[in-house]
């Protein structure tokens, strides 16, 4: 079990920081150019030469594009209708269709973005060709903060650190307990003169050593495989962590109390953690949720636990800026964990 | 009164429908061996695990040594060793450490009390860095035993130690009870086997969550109120199903290859049944009149239980 502890979260953190991405890097896309003109070329040759596109399929009826999406072969199809360049040429606006494959709605919002783009890139220099003078009545520059290049790893590691840390403290403190009950080792301990936060205590501070070690490893990998910028203070990352750990030991304690299999508590463990991990803002913004699920993120341990980490690696941010939290977290493990205390039997 | 080690008074408790113990009442004198004898589901484990705290009885009220079952649990765990029916020390600890680990919960000295455990401890002690789990039943039996005895407790609660282990280890098992009763220490036992009752100073026989008598063995024997007879044959069943219908018998049961007869009334005898069979054209059979068991008893009682 030792061995499987530790290796287990270096493996989920090399893989799940290498594969989860939000980059679309190959989109398939098929071209129907119905103008063939030098104009309508021009514009597919932009497709053609961006490192994003792989162009699967050029042809001049767009039924075959359509066969392409139908089969899958093909994520996106681009129409150019007759008339393209002669539009252009008048001053008319001329027509592009875009199709995408929106199985995967985040995919497909991407894709668009990126296509949507190459058009408008497109645009801009028809018109400095048309009328040089003219330029763009705005210019933009925007720079990214706290991620410069928007590296998606640097976004996405510290929230997986905080997921292994998670995953260690709610399951093995709160399954220890279950299994007691299900060896019957419980009974044992049960009629002996320990106290019930004596017991409780010797099942929290095993895992709460282990989760910590581990957060260390997972910084160390983050820091030297990713090359994730740690700005903040490493120290206040481990108290933030050792608070944080109390809190969902707490509630994997609770559960353990409530079930009497390790299968029970594995079941409403689950249930717990996939709510919390899913609406907590690791994979999907918070931010975009409805105003009533953002509300709900108020007892979402993982939530807080996240924006910390990320504001003290990313951010730099010290003990001021996340006080606030951290007390609410401070608050809420106590609680919980009191609760765990009084919520547990030494009798049947 | 103080002579009294465990007292309960109508001791009820109940699973939802099912009604584990139905108004229990017992005695049990320090320094000695009572036995609770019955088979599954009397409601022996449930007696128990009220008796050590575990669970709370629905009414009635039991003390040990003085001391409330539900009031003074606190107090009570310090001074009850306990061996659940169900092995139920870490398994993935060695049996020292087990050791270490019980006397380390009860604040107790290892060396102090080792005289009580010495000769059930010696018999484990060459393989003290094995871990508990890799144990015979016989060895894990004694590790139990004494991480129960290590804080030298004035009662001990053993729910069916023998169950599962083998003849020889039983005996041993056994003697090492006795050995235990004679440095004062209470104890109270469950066991579903009959011949273990005769062991006991005094027993209760339980079915159904009530006991049906108590006493010593011998006034538990000596009240059985009919004759007895067995009968052996190589045609055990068709000889039962004869034998049944035989008037003047109370009942006929199977004991292992034989048949016990109990006489309804004094007019039965030897040679009353021994006509009644031959009249029957049943020739081979070994008849013998004998004095009962605590099995007999036990059978006995619950046909008793059953017609009322």
Same mark, same amino acid.
């Given at each position: ?348 | ?106 604040? &107790?000295? *290892?060396?102090?009390?080792?005289? $009580? /455990?010495? =000769? ?9 860095? !094995? @871990? ?15 991480? &129960?005895? *290590?804080?030298?407790?004035?009662? $001990? /609660?053993? =729910? ?9 280890? !039983? @005996? ?137």
């Amino acid at each position: 079990m030792l061995p499987i502890i530790f290796i287990i979260p270096i493996v989920q953190l090399l893989i799940l920081s290498y594969a989860v991405t939000f980059e679309i890097k190959s989109i398939r896309l098929s071209i129907t150019d119905n103008d063939n003109t030098v104009a309508s070329r021009r514009l597919a040759g932009h497709f053609r030469s961006s490192p994003f596109y792989n162009i699967v399929g050029e042809s001049a009826d767009q039924r075959d594009g359509a066969e392409m999406l139908h089969n899958g072969s093909a994520h996106q199809m681009i129409v150019l209708l007759p008339g393209f360049e002669k539009a252009l040429a008048k001053g008319q606006p001329a027509h592009v269709q875009i199709v995408t494959d929106a199985i995967n709605g985040s995919a497909a919002a991407l894709m668009n973005a990126y296509t949507l783009q190459i058009i408008g890139d497109y645009n801009r220099e028809i018109l400095a060709e048309v009328s040089p003078q003219a330029g763009m009545p705005v210019k933009l520059t925007w720079s990214y903060w706290f991620n410069p290049q928007l590296d998606y790893k640097t976004y996405m590691v510290p929230g997986i650190l905080v997921l292994l840390v998670t995953i260690i403290g709610m399951f093995l403190s709160g399954m220890n307990v279950v299994r007691e009950k299900e060896l019957g080792t419980i009974e044992q301990i049960n009629v002996t003169p320990i106290r019930k936060h004596q017991f409780i205590a010797g099942k929290l501070i095993p895992f709460w050593i282990i989760a910590l070690f581990e957060l260390a490893i997972g910084l160390l990998v983050a820091r030297l495989v990713f090359s994730i910028p740690i700005l903040g203070n490493i120290f206040l990352i481990f108290v933030v962590a050792s608070v944080y750990l109390f809190v969902v030991m707490g509630i994997g304690l609770f559960i353990s109390t409530l079930t009497n299999t390790q299968q029970q508590s594995m079941f409403i463990s689950w249930f717990v953690l996939v709510i919390f991990i899913l609406m907590s803002g690791l994979f999907t913004p918070a931010e975009s949720m409805p105003q009533w699920a953002q509300n709900l993120n108020i007892i979402n341990p993982i939530a807080y636990f996240i924006s910390i980490i990320r504001m003290i690696m990313l951010k730099g941010s010290g003990i001021h800026d996340i006080m606030i939290p951290l007390i609410i977290l401070a608050g809420y493990g106590s609680a919980v964990l009191s609760l765990s205390v009084w919520r547990y039997r030494k009798t049947i | 009164m103080s002579d009294i080690s465990v007292y309960g008074e109508g001791l009820v408790k109940n699973y939802g429908k099912t009604e584990a113990l139905r108004g229990i009442s017992f005695l049990v004198n320090k320094g000695e061996i009572f036995g609770f004898i019955g088979p599954d589901g009397a409601g022996k484990t449930t007696l128990f695990r009220i008796l050590t705290t575990l669970l709370l009885p629905d009414a009635g009220h039991a003390t040990v040594e003085g001391f409330h079952v539900v009031k003074d649990f606190r107090h009570l765990r310090t001074i009850l060793g306990y061996m659940p029916g169900r092995f139920s020390l870490y398994q993935d600890l060695t049996v020292e450490e087990n050791l270490k680990f019980f006397a380390g919960i009860f604040k &107790a000295d *290892i060396s102090e009390n080792y005289y $009580l /455990i010495k =000769d059930i401890y010696d018999q484990i002690a060459p393989f003290a860095k !094995r @871990r508990a789990g890799k144990l015979s039943g016989g060895m894990k039996q004694k590790l139990a035993l004494s991480c &129960a005895l *290590i804080h030298k407790p004035e009662v $001990l /609660i053993l =729910d069916e130690p023998t169950t599962g282990v083998d003849a020889v280890s !039983r @005996r041993e098992f056994w003697e090492m009870l006795i050995r235990l009763k004679n440095q004062g220490i209470t104890i109270l036992v469950a066991t579903p086997y009959m011949d273990e009752a005769i062991l006991c100073d005094r027993v209760a026989l339980m079915q159904h969550g009530n006991i049906m008598a108590s006493g010593t063995p011998d006034q538990i024997i000596a009240s059985y109120p009919h004759r007895l007879f067995s009968i052996k044959s190589d045609q055990t069943l068709e000889l039962l199903s004869l034998i049944r219908q035989m008037t003047g018998i109370h009942s006929a049961e199977m004991f292992g290859g034989n048949i016990h007869v109990s006489a309804s009334n004094a007019l039965t005898g030897i040679k009353e049944i021994e006509d009644f069979l031959r009249s029957h054209d049943f020739r081979h059979f070994e008849l013998e009149e004998i004095s009962p068991g605590i099995e007999d008893c036990f059978i006995d009682f619950m046909k008793m239980n059953q017609a009322s």
